[in-house]
């Protein structure tokens, strides 16, 4: 057999082939296996041995070119021990690239392995585990554009600790279940901050939100930090957006609470324009609009405060006294600025009423009559309050009674024609009845006089109340010269002189006593003049 120089080796046509029973030659052997080692020699390298100049011949797909480096790779390349890194291995391949290895033993690649092919496989027939990793402090999947697609159910690896890294520089498509034994952690971000898809579809978290598994917050910096809804619908429950620059907050798929684009909130409905607050209902009679409920038997207050005042609406002890007031010397006003009456209700039904004269109305909403009854301050000239009380019947009935922890001691009485200023004095009420005497001689004491009043200088008669309290002390109310002491308007305190007063109807009983004795005595001389007439 000799070596062609053409990559074949060839049986030598003489003497063979040997015949069964023939002596081969020393000579014939010797030159056959002469050229067999110089074929083998030519094809096949050792260590520190110059490079091969020969194939050895190999079945279809497989190469007959033994190399020891990549340098001298060619199609169909056997790489040996040394060459390109790998040991106990076959690989099959082109000149830059190999397409198959088949190998007993793990093969070592010290670089990479690059394939031109659309797919590249990783082939172990029989393992059910695919270990990537080692000894590596990285382990990269995937390229910086492509698919990497994982087909199992459940992708289970090796646990990757703070000492690795699993790096996915291209894009990681799970088309099973991906079980993650422990927490991910994110190696940027902001901590205790919600994670997102920001506009590159990357995973993230921001320091605008946060959530430390207890308290959720969100700050702003240069503008405004916004949870904005999407939705333009009042349909169902949450926020939407009802207008441009507007924000609504729906329940039961009704607006519940409406905030307009100038910052107007509308409960209920849409906002007046103007009105800061406004509360809308549905119903004509719904009284109660709004209210603050307190957690304590007092002080459950509503306030109105501008640069000038604070108006307090509320309940002011734990009797329940509705309380309406200011906390200055600012005026709190409660009314309206229009025509419109102001009315005050109850069980339904108008009370009391300040129509837009100012006329003060109890139990009539107009002017006091005779048809109507009720009672009224009434405007009249001269800046007077008229007091009107008025009744719808002709019998004789209390219009006006005055009480004291005794009960009633007096009233004012209508009948059909005529006005009684009535005093307490039944019978019942008293004791120790007798008649009373000196009373002619009190009158006699009596100083009436006549007078001008010092404020106009107009003309009076009367008593002087000192001088009458000492002769019918019943008759006046106070004391000669007293003073009071009382607060003025700047809040200091003052003295001023308490005039006395009288009351001349407790002078009748007297008079009328001294009538009578008067009359006993014109009667006792009347008989003695007669008698004296007549005597002969």
């Not at 000799?2 to 002596?23: E, L, W």
Request: glycine residues 12%; neutral net charge; charged residues 10%.
């Amino acid at each position: 057999m000799s070596y062609n120089g053409s990559g074949t080796f060839v049986i030598n046509t003489s003497g063979q082939p040997v015949v069964a029973g023939t002596v081969i030659s020393s000579t014939a052997f010797n030159a056959l296996t002469a050229d067999l080692a110089t074929g083998l020699s030519t094809a096949i390298t050792k260590d520190g041995q110059t490079a091969t100049t020969a194939r050895i011949p190999f079945a279809a797909g497989i190469s007959s070119t033994l190399v020891t480096d990549s340098s001298s790779v060619s199609t169909g390349s056997i790489i040996t021990a040394g060459g390109v890194g790998v040991a106990k291995a076959l690989y099959v391949g082109t000149t830059a690239n190999i397409a198959g290895v088949l190998s007993t033993t793990s093969p070592n690649i010290t670089t990479s392995i690059t394939t031109p092919s659309t797919s590249f496989d990783l082939i172990n027939a029989t393992a059910t585990t695919l270990n990537l990793g080692g000894a590596a402090t990285a382990v990269n999947v995937g390229a910086a554009t492509g698919t990497m697609t994982v087909a199992n159910t459940t992708l289970a690896a090796k646990a990757i600790t703070a000492s690795t890294t699993l790096g996915v520089t291209g894009t990681t498509t799970l088309t099973g279940v991906a079980t993650l034994t422990a927490n991910p952690v994110l190696s940027a971000g902001t901590a205790n901050g919600v994670t997102y898809l920001n506009g590159s579809k990357s995973l993230t978290s921001g320091s605008a939100i946060t959530f430390d598994g207890t308290n959720f917050a969100t700050t702003g910096t240069a503008t405004a930090t916004k949870l904005i809804p999407t939705g333009t619908s009042v349909t169902g429950n949450g926020l939407y957006l009802p207008a441009a620059n507007a924000l609504g907050l729906s329940t039961n798929g009704t607006n519940a609470v409406y905030i307009d684009s100038s910052q107007n909130v509308g409960i209920g409905g849409t906002p007046a324009s103007g009105h800061k607050l406004n509360i809308i209902g549905t119903a004509a009679t719904t009284l109660a609009a709004w209210g603050v409920t307190g957690t304590t038997t007092s002080g459950s207050f509503a306030q109105f405060i501008n640069t000038g005042n604070t108006t307090i609406i509320g309940v002011e002890s734990s009797a329940g006294a509705s309380l309406i007031g200011g906390t200055s010397a600012y005026a709190s006003i409660f009314g309206t600025s229009s025509a419109a009456s102001v009315q005050f209700v109850t069980n339904n039904s108008t009370r009391t009423t300040i129509d837009s004269s100012g006329n003060f109305l109890v139990g009539t909403t107009v002017t006091p009559t005779g048809a109507t009854g009720g009672s009224g301050f009434i405007a009249e000239s001269s800046s007077r309050r008229t007091l009107l009380v008025a009744s719808t019947s002709t019998s004789a009935i209390a219009l006006a009674a005055f009480i004291n922890p005794n009960g009633t001691v007096g009233t004012i009485q209508t009948s059909g024609s005529a006005t009684s200023y009535v005093t307490s004095s039944d019978y019942r009420l008293k004791n120790s009845i007798a008649p009373m005497t000196g009373a002619l001689a009190k009158v006699t004491l009596l100083k009436p006089c006549t007078y001008k009043w010092n404020v106009d200088g107009s003309d009076g008669q009367g008593f002087i109340a000192h001088e009458l309290q000492e002769v019918v002390p019943e008759c006046v109310t106070g004391a000669k010269d007293a003073v009071e002491t009382y607060t003025d308007k700047d809040g200091n305190e003052a003295t001023r002189q308490a005039y006395q007063g009288i009351d001349t109807s407790f002078l009748v009983a007297t008079l009328t006593a001294a009538i009578q004795e008067q009359q006993a005595l014109i009667t006792a001389l009347t008989a003695r003049i007669t008698a004296l007439e007549t005597a002969p």
